[in-house]
């Protein structure tokens, strides 16, 4: 039962263009929502989260839009970078369970020239 | 930055064999470490829990006599795959952090092993 779901495996974007990035979730129990980047050979590591009680949250070029009527969240770069092609993965917590993540299966983003 | 390292990066190994894979928190101390594993072109599922000097919590479907964890030190949790058998092929990857109340960004992770049970 795939809780938090990616449907695009796959993204290519020119660069200086807006990448956006979807992601669906079926536990109306989450509360808390996360992205991470994972580059080649590299552990995944953070890159913005959302709560549920905001419905965006924006650090620099990034920024996650939650639509919690829908279960619905989206991370939008702008502009995108060569540096930002990598496989990005949503994540979802429950309350009470601070760290136990329930991730997507990610979306790789190619951000070409 | 915090950084996580595991070892090996990839294994082979025969069919009822074990095999051992260390991670360590290489520059600081990491009071709860979690084993993921990453089927193809499916999510990263959490697989365990452990603390520091306590038994490892397993996800449901998660047998334990399979799947040793070791977190001795504050710097390295041991993941063992008994008795390997080719279904037990997959990416593990582990994290670490420096509290089970962190803030979910605390939370590291490793480069991952890919294990390849023939």
């Known amino acids: 039962d795939q809780q938090v779901k990616q449907n695009s495996p796959s993204l290519s974007v020119q660069e200086g263009r807006i990448s956006i990035l979807n992601c669906d979730y079926t536990n109306s129990m989450f509360d808390y929502f996360l992205w991470y980047k994972k580059y080649p050979a590299e552990g995944p590591t953070f890159l913005i989260s959302i709560s549920s009680i905001k419905d965006k949250n924006e650090d620099g070029r990034f920024t996650v839009f939650l639509n919690k009527s829908a279960k619905h969240l989206s991370l939008h770069i702008v502009p995108s970078q060569p540096g930002d092609s990598a496989v990005y993965f949503c994540a979802a917590t429950v309350p009470g369970t601070a760290s136990k993540l329930t991730f997507g299966t990610g979306t790789r983003l190619q951000v070409t020239l | 930055g915090a950084v996580v390292s595991q070892h090996p990066s990839r294994v082979i190994c025969k069919s009822g064999t074990s095999v051992k894979i260390e991670c360590r928190s290489l520059?600081?101390?990491?009071?709860?470490m979690f084993w993921y594993r990453q089927f193809p072109k499916q999510s990263l599922m959490l697989m365990a829990t452990?603390?520091?000097?306590?038994?490892?919590?397993?996800e449901q479907g998660v047998e334990k006599d399979k799947f040793l964890i070791n977190h001795a030190s504050l710097t390295l949790s041991t993941l063992t795959v008994t008795s390997a058998h080719p279904e037990d092929s997959s990416f593990y990857i582990c994290?670490?952090?420096?509290?089970?109340?962190?803030?979910?960004?605390?939370?590291?992770f490793g480069p991952g092993t890919r294990l390849l049970v023939l």
């Open positions: 520059d600081f101390q990491a009071t709860t």
């Open positions: 994290s670490a952090s420096v509290g089970l109340d962190s803030y979910q960004e605390t939370q590291y």
């Open positions: 452990s603390n520091e000097g306590s038994k490892a919590t397993y």
